[in-house]
């Protein structure tokens, strides 16, 4: 049974990969939005995979995130999570990123408990034969 107060982390360092040219939201040679989301929903999924239930994993459903500043190729990059709701399975998670220079984004991230074999299915069945 999961409860609130899981924490979770995961880091990156910025490479050109990681920018907003290279991932399409944008010109600059900067930590693009779409990676720190990446990085949000790692460090989410991770801090509760171990806790589910065997043949149980979670799926992102909802972000509310601000991306509050810049952080330019070669920074490292720390996402922090915190698990501040279970209702039934939907879990929600308090999140704050941060490079070497201070804060660079915060919000809430939200995912299900999802039985994987079921789901897998369910999505696959949507392919047209």
């Known amino acids: ?8 982390y995961a880091e990156v360092i910025v490479t050109k ?11 600059l040679q900067v930590f693009a939005t779409p990676a720190m989301i990446e990085l949000v929903e790692e460090a989410a999924w991770k801090s509760v995979a171990d806790e589910l239930e065997e043949g149980f994993a ?5 972000l509310n995130i601000r991306h509050l500043s810049a952080t330019p190729v ?3 990059v720390i996402c922090r999570t915190i698990l501040t709701e279970v209702d ?8 704050e990123v941060e490079d070497e220079a201070g804060k660079v984004g915060e919000g809430t991230h939200e995912r299900f408990m999802i039985q994987a074999d ?9 392919q047209v034969n």
């Open 17 to 27: 990969e990681h920018t907003a040219e290279a991932r399409k939201s944008g010109t």
């Open 58 to 62: 979670s799926v992102g459903t909802s």
């Open 74 to 76: 070669g920074m490292k």
């Open 118 to 126: 079921k789901f897998q299915k369910k999505a696959d069945a949507k």
């Open 1 to 8: 049974m999961l409860e609130a107060g899981i924490k979770g």
């Open 88 to 95: 039934g399975r939907r879990l929600v998670f308090a999140v």
